[in-house]
């Protein structure tokens, strides 16, 4: 998107702000929590509280890439403004051949330099959300299943069969490296509200924003085929308690997850492709940085 800005200033700091608007991999995220922890009434009895809501991320995001812009033009990208003039081009019907070769090309490219940045990246994530193994573990799961199956056929050994499956997966995610990671940083996340759990959310999301959902699915027994739909992981998010009897998601800690989420670039695509258009891991890592502290500081407010 900013390979048409000439100067490289303009690139820069379009580059690392970007990120800031809303995307539709945060979409599920943002209904998930609003539909559970916003009630679906209207404000004077005409609009919908989680329609607002909704809305007011999409305008959230873009005040805060509007400010951010602002301060780094000030600031790390100090520069006399040029207005962007634009030439409209002679439309003329394409050459299909040098159409395929440049898709073949930039696509080339973009697998070979960002896409390997990209593969790296999920890989470590599926380690860290699946290792270490527990024989021990497996091998309880496994003779609980084989009971199960022997067991004479009823309605319900299917669903206990799945409830099992689900049970073991739950227990692995947080016994994994992710896990131990998402109870590690608690201290960190517990002035915004979030528990270890929801920090264990919060690192499957650096994979994709919306594998939260699926990754929340797994650590409340609810299993991996959920999505922001789903009216049992709802309920489930509403029940969440601490150990003293408090519920975990009250509005406002709703409302800090959603401004976390509209900040912070917990994307590692994100993050690969600014690598591949700067050449550097500068520039990432300031993005990520920054976005992190600044989702930080924005969450502990509300």
Do not use: N
Not at 48 to 62: C, D, E, I, K
Not at 86 to 102: C, L, N
Not at 237 to 250: F, H, K, N, Q, S
Not at 285 to 292: I, K
Request: charged share 20%.
């Amino acid at each position: 998107a900013t390979r048409t800005m000439e100067r490289q200033r303009d690139r820069m700091m379009k580059m690392l702000v970007v990120p800031l608007m809303t995307c539709s991999a945060r979409l599920p995220v943002y209904t998930l929590i609003i539909a559970a922890r916003f009630p679906p009434s209207r404000v004077w009895g005409l609009v919908p509280v989680q329609g607002l809501m909704l809305v007011g991320m999409y305008l959230f995001s873009t005040g805060t890439a509007l400010g951010v812009a602002a301060l780094l033009g000030r600031t790390v990208f100090k520069g006399r403004p040029v207005p962007l003039l634009i030439e409209m081009p002679p439309y003329r019907r394409p050459h299909w051949g040098s159409v395929a070769a440049m898709m073949w090309r930039k696509s080339k490219v973009f697998l070979t330099q960002a896409g390997t940045v990209i593969l790296l990246c999920t890989v470590g994530m599926w380690l860290l959300l699946t290792f270490p193994r527990s024989p021990e573990r497996d091998g309880r799961y496994a003779a609980q299943r084989a009971q199960l199956a022997a067991a004479a056929e009823s309605p319900t050994r299917a669903q206990a069969l799945a409830g099992l499956e689900t049970d073991q997966q739950a227990e692995a995610l947080t016994q994994s490296f992710g896990g131990v990671i998402g109870k590690g940083i608690e201290p960190a996340i517990a002035p915004l509200g979030f528990d270890w759990k929801i920090g264990i959310g919060l690192l499957g999301a650096f994979a994709a924003r919306e594998v939260f959902i699926s990754t929340m699915g797994i650590v409340y027994g609810m299993g991996r085929d959920v999505d922001e739909g789903s009216a049992g992981l709802r309920d489930r998010i509403r029940a969440e308690t601490r150990l003293d009897g408090r519920p975990v998601y009250t509005p406002l800690v709703g409302a800090s997850l959603l401004v976390f989420f509209a900040i912070a670039c917990q994307c590692m695509s994100t993050l690969a492709v600014v690598r591949r258009e700067t050449r550097s891991l500068r520039w990432p890592a300031f993005l990520f940085g920054y976005t992190l502290a600044l989702a930080w500081l924005s969450a502990f407010l509300v």
